[in-house]
Protein backbone atom coordinates (compact mmCIF):
# COMPACT_ATOMS: atom_id res chain seq x y z
CA UNK A 1 0.00 0.00 0.00
CA UNK A 2 0.68 3.51 -0.81
CA UNK A 3 1.00 5.92 1.77
CA UNK A 4 3.13 8.04 4.52
CA UNK A 5 4.20 6.46 7.87
CA UNK A 6 5.56 8.41 10.87
CA UNK A 7 7.73 7.16 13.82
CA UNK A 8 7.01 6.84 16.95
CA UNK A 9 3.49 7.58 17.80
CA UNK A 10 3.98 8.78 21.07
CA UNK A 11 7.24 10.30 21.96
CA UNK A 12 8.26 11.83 25.71
CA UNK A 13 11.26 14.06 26.01
CA UNK A 14 13.43 15.38 29.09
CA UNK A 15 13.78 18.84 29.34
CA UNK A 16 17.64 19.74 27.21
CA UNK A 17 16.90 16.42 24.82
CA UNK A 18 17.16 16.40 20.80
CA UNK A 19 14.56 14.21 19.81
CA UNK A 20 13.76 12.77 16.09
CA UNK A 21 10.56 12.11 14.47
CA UNK A 22 10.71 9.89 11.38
CA UNK A 23 8.81 10.44 8.19
CA UNK A 24 8.79 7.61 5.82
CA UNK A 25 6.64 7.74 2.34
CA UNK A 26 6.64 5.46 -0.77
CA UNK A 27 4.43 7.57 -2.70
CA UNK A 28 7.26 8.79 -5.24
CA UNK A 29 6.52 12.31 -4.19
CA UNK A 30 9.33 15.31 -4.70
CA UNK A 31 7.93 17.39 -2.13
CA UNK A 32 7.56 17.02 1.66
CA UNK A 33 6.61 18.89 4.71
CA UNK A 34 6.48 19.10 8.45
CA UNK A 35 3.33 20.69 10.63
CA UNK A 36 3.09 21.24 13.63
CA UNK A 37 -0.55 21.18 15.46
CA UNK A 38 -1.30 22.72 18.72
CA UNK A 39 -4.63 22.35 20.57
CA UNK A 40 -7.29 24.92 18.98
CA UNK A 41 -5.21 25.81 15.99
CA UNK A 42 -4.92 24.98 12.85
CA UNK A 43 -1.29 23.29 11.64
CA UNK A 44 1.48 25.53 11.16
CA UNK A 45 4.25 24.40 8.33
CA UNK A 46 7.69 24.17 10.30
CA UNK A 47 9.84 23.02 7.06
CA UNK A 48 9.60 21.68 3.60
CA UNK A 49 11.32 19.90 0.80
CA UNK A 50 10.89 20.17 -2.90
CA UNK A 51 13.64 18.12 -3.79
CA UNK A 52 16.47 15.79 -2.33
CA UNK A 53 19.30 17.71 -0.41
CA UNK A 54 16.74 21.25 -0.48
CA UNK A 55 14.72 22.21 2.08
CA UNK A 56 13.50 25.77 3.82
CA UNK A 57 12.30 27.23 6.62
CA UNK A 58 8.50 27.31 7.11
CA UNK A 59 6.63 29.64 9.93
CA UNK A 60 7.84 28.36 12.69
CA UNK A 61 11.26 26.80 12.07
CA UNK A 62 13.45 27.95 14.83
CA UNK A 63 14.51 25.36 17.26
CA UNK A 64 13.74 22.55 15.01
CA UNK A 65 16.12 20.87 11.70
CA UNK A 66 15.91 18.51 9.04
CA UNK A 67 17.50 16.79 6.43
CA UNK A 68 16.61 15.38 2.82
CA UNK A 69 18.83 12.81 2.06
CA UNK A 70 16.54 10.34 0.20
CA UNK A 71 13.44 11.14 -1.40
CA UNK A 72 11.56 8.92 0.89
CA UNK A 73 12.28 10.22 3.87
CA UNK A 74 12.43 13.39 5.53
CA UNK A 75 12.88 13.57 9.32
CA UNK A 76 12.54 16.54 11.45
CA UNK A 77 14.62 16.91 14.95
CA UNK A 78 13.26 19.19 17.80
CA UNK A 79 16.39 20.14 19.37
CA UNK A 80 16.28 21.70 23.11
CA UNK A 81 16.29 25.01 21.64
CA UNK A 82 12.56 24.68 20.93
CA UNK A 83 11.46 25.77 24.19
CA UNK A 84 7.27 24.70 23.99
CA UNK A 85 8.01 21.29 21.91
CA UNK A 86 4.89 19.00 22.89
CA UNK A 87 2.24 19.29 20.52
CA UNK A 88 1.17 17.14 17.36
CA UNK A 89 3.41 16.54 14.65
CA UNK A 90 2.32 15.87 11.16
CA UNK A 91 4.59 15.05 7.98
CA UNK A 92 2.94 15.78 4.69
CA UNK A 93 3.71 14.73 0.77
CA UNK A 94 2.50 16.01 -2.62
CA UNK A 95 3.57 15.47 -6.22
CA UNK A 96 6.02 18.31 -8.03
CA UNK A 97 4.32 21.88 -8.75
CA UNK A 98 5.45 22.04 -12.28
CA UNK A 99 3.48 20.42 -14.69
CA UNK A 100 0.54 19.19 -12.28
CA UNK A 101 -2.56 20.61 -11.62
CA UNK A 102 -3.61 18.35 -8.87
CA UNK A 103 -1.12 18.34 -6.22
CA UNK A 104 -3.22 17.38 -3.30
CA UNK A 105 -0.95 17.49 -0.24
CA UNK A 106 -1.51 13.42 1.67
CA UNK A 107 -0.80 13.30 5.24
CA UNK A 108 0.83 10.57 7.80
CA UNK A 109 -0.88 9.78 11.40
CA UNK A 110 0.87 11.88 13.14
CA UNK A 111 3.55 11.91 16.30
CA UNK A 112 2.62 13.31 19.49
CA UNK A 113 5.74 14.56 21.10
CA UNK A 114 5.57 15.36 25.11
CA UNK A 115 7.95 16.85 27.12
CA UNK A 116 8.57 15.70 30.54
CA UNK B 1 -0.37 37.62 4.98
CA UNK B 2 -3.34 35.08 4.28
CA UNK B 3 -4.95 34.28 7.00
CA UNK B 4 -7.95 31.50 7.63
CA UNK B 5 -10.84 31.57 9.48
CA UNK B 6 -13.29 28.52 10.05
CA UNK B 7 -16.95 29.05 11.78
CA UNK B 8 -18.36 27.96 13.61
CA UNK B 9 -15.48 26.04 16.02
CA UNK B 10 -17.34 23.27 17.08
CA UNK B 11 -21.07 22.21 15.73
CA UNK B 12 -22.97 19.53 17.67
CA UNK B 13 -26.00 18.08 15.91
CA UNK B 14 -28.95 15.09 15.83
CA UNK B 15 -28.51 12.35 13.14
CA UNK B 16 -29.82 13.10 10.06
CA UNK B 17 -29.55 16.95 9.61
CA UNK B 18 -27.75 18.84 6.71
CA UNK B 19 -25.28 21.18 7.38
CA UNK B 20 -22.51 24.15 6.52
CA UNK B 21 -19.57 24.65 7.80
CA UNK B 22 -17.64 27.69 6.51
CA UNK B 23 -14.24 28.77 5.85
CA UNK B 24 -12.80 32.49 4.88
CA UNK B 25 -9.78 33.67 3.80
CA UNK B 26 -7.92 37.30 3.92
CA UNK B 27 -6.44 37.27 0.22
CA UNK B 28 -8.07 36.07 -3.16
CA UNK B 29 -4.53 35.00 -4.73
CA UNK B 30 -4.88 31.19 -3.42
CA UNK B 31 -4.02 28.46 -5.87
CA UNK B 32 -6.85 25.97 -4.60
CA UNK B 33 -8.63 24.72 -1.15
CA UNK B 34 -8.91 21.99 0.42
CA UNK B 35 -10.88 19.92 2.62
CA UNK B 36 -9.80 17.57 5.73
CA UNK B 37 -10.85 15.65 7.95
CA UNK B 38 -9.21 14.85 11.16
CA UNK B 39 -9.98 11.99 13.57
CA UNK B 40 -8.63 12.60 17.45
CA UNK B 41 -4.91 11.77 17.59
CA UNK B 42 -5.38 11.14 13.82
CA UNK B 43 -3.24 12.49 10.51
CA UNK B 44 -5.56 14.69 7.91
CA UNK B 45 -7.59 12.83 5.35
CA UNK B 46 -8.23 15.03 1.97
CA UNK B 47 -11.92 15.31 1.70
CA UNK B 48 -12.45 17.49 -1.30
CA UNK B 49 -9.42 19.81 -3.50
CA UNK B 50 -11.34 22.67 -5.40
CA UNK B 51 -9.11 24.89 -8.12
CA UNK B 52 -9.23 28.56 -8.35
CA UNK B 53 -10.98 28.34 -11.46
CA UNK B 54 -13.64 25.95 -9.98
CA UNK B 55 -16.89 26.61 -8.28
CA UNK B 56 -17.68 23.64 -6.11
CA UNK B 57 -16.66 19.80 -5.47
CA UNK B 58 -18.71 17.36 -4.56
CA UNK B 59 -17.74 13.66 -3.44
CA UNK B 60 -20.90 11.74 -2.02
CA UNK B 61 -22.88 13.23 0.71
CA UNK B 62 -20.05 16.01 0.46
CA UNK B 63 -20.62 19.50 -1.49
CA UNK B 64 -17.48 22.15 -0.95
CA UNK B 65 -18.05 25.52 -2.79
CA UNK B 66 -15.43 28.30 -3.49
CA UNK B 67 -16.05 31.92 -4.06
CA UNK B 68 -12.66 33.17 -4.38
CA UNK B 69 -13.51 37.15 -5.16
CA UNK B 70 -15.69 37.06 -1.52
CA UNK B 71 -12.79 34.88 0.17
CA UNK B 72 -15.31 32.43 1.47
CA UNK B 73 -16.07 28.52 0.88
CA UNK B 74 -18.50 26.38 2.86
CA UNK B 75 -18.47 22.77 2.90
CA UNK B 76 -22.05 20.96 3.23
CA UNK B 77 -22.76 17.77 4.61
CA UNK B 78 -25.64 16.34 3.62
CA UNK B 79 -27.90 13.78 5.80
CA UNK B 80 -25.42 13.49 8.36
CA UNK B 81 -24.47 10.68 10.71
CA UNK B 82 -22.65 9.85 13.50
CA UNK B 83 -19.87 8.73 11.62
CA UNK B 84 -19.16 12.11 10.45
CA UNK B 85 -18.04 13.56 13.66
CA UNK B 86 -14.34 14.79 13.44
CA UNK B 87 -12.86 17.78 12.90
CA UNK B 88 -12.91 19.22 9.75
CA UNK B 89 -10.15 21.77 9.03
CA UNK B 90 -10.12 23.90 5.64
CA UNK B 91 -6.34 25.25 3.79
CA UNK B 92 -5.98 27.61 1.06
CA UNK B 93 -2.90 26.86 -1.08
CA UNK B 94 -0.37 29.84 -2.12
CA UNK B 95 1.87 29.34 -5.07
CA UNK B 96 4.97 31.53 -4.90
CA UNK B 97 8.83 31.48 -5.75
CA UNK B 98 8.00 27.89 -6.92
CA UNK B 99 6.83 26.31 -3.55
CA UNK B 100 3.42 25.15 -2.70
CA UNK B 101 2.39 26.01 0.98
CA UNK B 102 -1.20 25.48 2.89
CA UNK B 103 -2.31 27.89 5.22
CA UNK B 104 -4.77 26.20 7.43
CA UNK B 105 -7.67 27.58 9.85
CA UNK B 106 -8.30 25.83 13.23
CA UNK B 107 -10.78 23.36 12.17
CA UNK B 108 -14.87 23.17 13.24
CA UNK B 109 -15.12 20.08 15.43
CA UNK B 110 -18.53 18.54 14.73
CA UNK B 111 -20.63 16.01 16.71
CA UNK B 112 -23.54 14.42 14.99
CA UNK B 113 -25.14 12.31 18.15
CA UNK B 114 -27.89 9.54 17.21
Known amino acids: DGGITQSPKYLFRKEGQNVTLSCEQN?????MYWYRQDPGQGLRLIYYSQIVNDFQKGDIAEGYSVSREKKESFPLTVTSAQKNPTAFYLC???????????????FGPGTRLTVL | KQEVTQIPAALSVPEGENLVLNCSFT??????LQWFRQDPGKGLTSLLL?????REQTSGRLNASLDKSSGRSTLYIAASQPGDSATYLC?????????????FGAGTRLAVHP
Open chain 2, 50 to 54: IQSSQ
Open chain 2, 27 to 32: DSAIYN
Open chain 1, 92 to 106: ASSTPQAGTIYNEQF
Open chain 2, 91 to 103: AVRLVSGGYNKLI
Open chain 1, 27 to 31: LNHDA
